[in-house]
C-alpha cells in the first residue's frame, strides 16, 4: 500500500551531505553568523572566528576582498537585493579554493536596518578545469605586467642607488609579491648587501655577508650562475644547517635566490622571500629568471655610471682649489655641485685668492660645456687666473689676460667669469664682469641689493671684439654684509624666465640664515638639489665682519665635489 504522504526532504542533511554553509549577514553591525558547515568552508574552527565580517579577511585575498566589498556596497546602498560570486579563499596550509556564495536581502518589519542571508558552498570541482584554467592565466598576465612595470622602472635608474630604490620599494614587493627582497652586489670576493625591504629580511641580512667560497645563498648562485628555489624549510635548512637561528621564527615559506649575471660575468644576487606561497611553476621561474636578467643589466649600467661618476668627482675635485684663504676681518666658504645628468662634470668654477693688505681676491666662473675638455680647460683657467691675480694685477686686467690665454688655447670655448679685488678692512670692492652673473649682497639688516657690474664680453674671444675691455666696478661692503658669487645653474631653470631665478635667489638669500655655513648649506641644498638641476652649480660666500686686517692662507680645506643633489660641507 503507498503512503499518501509527500517524501519527506531534511534540508539539514542535504546541506550537510554536499557541504553547503549557511550564513547570516548584517551589514549595521558587521555580524557575519556562519554554521558550523560555513565555517567548514573558510576553513575555520568555531573557537578562532569572532563571528564579525572582518575576521574573514584573513581568509579571502586582497583583490577578492575589493572585488567582494562593491558587491557588498551595493547592498548597503540599496543599488541591489541580492549578489551571487565566486570567490577564491586561502586555506590555513596556503593553499587555494574556490568557493561560491549567494546572499538575499531580508527586510523585517519595523526594523529599517536589513539583514542579509545566504549560502556559501566549496565550488572547487565544479571550477577545476575552466576556472583553474583562467585563474592561471590571469596570473600568468598580472606577473608578465608587473615585470613589464619593474623593467620600466628599472630603465629609468641611472646609478646603483635608483637601481636599490626601485628594487626595494612598496611597488617593487607589490609586483613581484614576495614580502621580503634582499640585492646584494659581488664586492672584494663578498656579496655586499646593498639593499633590503620587507620584514622577512630582518634575520636574513646576516646570511649574506659572508666571502663568496662560503655556503650561503646568495653566494651560491653567484658562484653556479643558476638560480635557487625553495618551497620546504627542511630543504633549505639540509643544505645551510648552521642558518637554522636566522630562519627559526621566519615566517617565510618560499623563496628564490637569484643570480644577476651580465656579459657572462656575475655582479650580484637577488633574494625574494614569500610567505604563503607553496610553490614555483615553470611560469614562475622562468618570469624571475627574465626579471633577474633585466636587473642585471640595469644594475651593469648602473655601476658604469657611478665609476664614471667617481671618475668625473676625482677630475672636478683636481681642477678646483683644495685650500682657501682665512680672510681675517671676515669669513669666507663655498659650495660646489654636479649635473643631475650627462657624466657629473662641468665648467663652473670658483675660487679665492689672499692678496695682503687685508685684500682677498674671489671668482666666479662658468667654461662652456659639460664634458672632461670643458673640466680641462677651467682647471687651466683657473691656474692661470690665480697666477695673475697673485701678481697684484688689477680686476680689469686678470679678466683681460685670461681671456687672452683662454683664446691661445684654441678650445673654441668661451667662459664667463666675474673677479673682485675686496678688502675686508675697508670694505672696498673693485669688481670687473666678463660676461657673468651679477653678484648679490645681503646688508646686517638682511635686505638684498643686485649689484649692476659693468659686463664685458665672456672670456677666449678675440681680443679685436673687445674695444672696451672688462672695465671695473666699484661698491663697499659695510660691516656685517655678505657677498654672494654664483653660477646660472644655481637660477636658471629650463622654459623660465631668468629674472624670475634671480629674485628666488634674492629671496632665499635675504631670509637665509645668519651663519654663513648654515646660508651656504641652504642656498645650495635648496636650489641646487632640485631633480630638474641639469646644470653644475658653484657659489661663494664672503662675508665682512669688520675687524679688518690681512688676509692669510691658505689654510681652509675646499669642499669636494658633491654627488647630484647632496650639499658639501663648507670651509
Not at 298 to 305: D, E, I, P, T
Not at 397 to 407: G, K, P
Not at 418 to 438: E, F, Q
Not at 477 to 495: C, M, N, W
Request: charged share 25%; glycine share 10%; aromatic share 6%.
Amino acid at each position: 500500500m503507498t503512503d499518501p504522504r509527500p517524501p519527506h526532504v531534511d534540508p539539514v542533511e542535504a546541506m550537510t551531505a554536499t557541504g553547503l554553509g549557511c550564513f547570516e549577514w548584517d551589514p549595521a553591525t558587521g555580524r557575519f553568523t556562519l554554521d558550523e558547515c560555513g565555517l567548514a568552508v573558510f576553513d575555520l574552527h568555531p573557537d578562532e572566528y569572532d563571528g564579525m565580517a572582518a575576521g574573514l579577511s584573513r581568509r579571502i585575498p586582497v583583490d577578492e576582498v575589493i572585488r567582494l566589498f562593491k558587491l557588498v556596497e551595493d547592498i548597503r546602498a540599496g543599488r541591489s537585493d541580492s549578489y551571487s560570486s565566486y570567490f577564491r579563499i586561502r586555506r590555513r596550509d596556503g593553499s587555494m579554493r574556490w568557493t561560491h556564495t549567494q546572499g538575499q536581502v531580508v527586510r523585517d518589519p519595523g526594523r529599517a536596518e536589513v539583514r542579509v542571508v545566504g549560502v556559501v558552498r566549496d565550488a572547487t570541482q565544479e571550477l577545476s578545469h575552466s576556472a583553474l584554467r583562467l585563474m592561471a592565466e590571469d596570473d600568468r598576465q598580472r606577473q608578465e605586467s608587473a615585470l613589464r612595470e619593474v623593467a620600466q622602472a628599472l630603465g629609468e635608474a641611472l646609478t646603483v642607488d635608483d637601481v636599490v630604490t626601485v628594487l626595494t620599494g612598496d611597488q617593487s614587493m607589490r609586483r613581484l609579491g614576495a614580502q621580503g627582497i634582499t640585492l646584494g652586489v659581488v664586492d672584494q670576493g663578498r656579496v655586499k648587501l646593498v639593499g633590503a625591504v620587507g620584514q622577512v629580511n630582518v634575520r636574513v641580512r646576516a646570511m649574506h655577508q659572508a666571502r663568496l667560497t662560503e655556503p650561503r645563498p646568495l653566494n651560491d648562485v653567484v658562484r653556479s650562475g643558476e638560480p635557487a628555489f625553495f618551497t620546504s624549510r627542511q630543504v633549505f635548512l639540509r643544505r645551510y644547517p648552521d642558518l637554522a637561528d636566522q630562519v627559526a621564527d621566519s615566517p617565510a615559506t618560499a623563496a628564490a635566490f637569484l643570480p644577476l649575471t651580465a656579459q657572462g660575468r656575475p655582479i650580484g644576487a637577488l633574494a625574494l622571500v614569500y610567505e604563503g606561497k607553496r610553490g614555483f611553476t615553470s611560469e614562475d621561474r622562468t618570469l624571475l629568471t627574465t626579471l633577474a636578467s633585466a636587473i642585471a643589466q640595469s644594475l651593469q649600467r648602473a655601476m658604469l655610471v657611478d665609476q664614471s661618476r667617481e671618475i668625473a668627482a676625482g677630475l672636478q675635485n683636481a681642477m678646483l682649489p683644495r685650500h682657501l684663504p682665512r680672510p681675517a676681518g671676515g669669513a669666507l666658504t663655498v659650495r660646489y655641485r654636479t649635473a643631475r645628468e650627462g657624466v657629473w662634470i662641468g665648467g663652473d668654477w670658483y675660487d679665492a685668492v689672499p692678496l695682503g693688505e687685508g685684500e682677498v681676491g674671489v671668482a666666479i666662473g662658468d667654461v662652456q660645456g659639460h664634458d672632461t675638455e670643458a673640466a680641462a680647460i677651467m682647471g687651466q683657467l683657473r691656474i692661470a687666473m690665480t697666477a695673475y691675480a697673485a701678481e697684484g694685477h688689477s680686476s680689469t686686467e686678470v679678466l683681460r689676460r685670461a681671456s687672452a690665454f683662454l683664446a691661445e688655447l684654441r678650445a673654441d670655448r668661451f667662459a664667463t667669469c666675474l673677479y673682485a679685488r675686496v678688502s675686508l678692512a675697508t670694505g672696498l670692492v673693485r669688481a670687473a664682469n666678463a660676461g657673468h652673473l651679477p653678484p648679490l649682497v645681503r646688508h646686517a639688516d638682511g635686505t638684498v641689493d643686485r649689484i649692476e657690474v659693468a659686463t664685458g664680453l665672456p672670456l677666449g674671444l678675440p681680443a679685436a671684439w673687445l674695444p672696451d675691455g672688462y672695465p671695473p666696478t666699484g661698491f663697499t661692503l659695510a660691516p656685517g654684509d655678505t657677498l654672494l658669487l654664483y653660477s646660472d645653474g644655481l637660477v636658471e631653470r629650463p622654459g623660465e624666465d631668468l629674472e624670475l631665478g634671480l629674485a628666488r635667489l634674492a629671496a632665499l638669500l635675504a631670509g637665509g640664515p645668519v651663519g654663513l655655513e648654515e646660508l651656504a648649506d641652504r642656498l645650495s641644498e635648496t636650489l641646487g638639489a632640485r631633480l630638474e638641476a641639469e646644470d653644475d652649480a658653484a657659489l661663494l660666500l664672503l662675508h665682512r665682519d669688520g675687524t679688518g686686517g690681512a688676509a692669510v692662507g691658505p689654510g681652509a680645506e675646499a669642499p669636494g665635489v658633491a654627488d647630484p643633489g647632496v650639499a658639501d660641507p663648507g670651509v
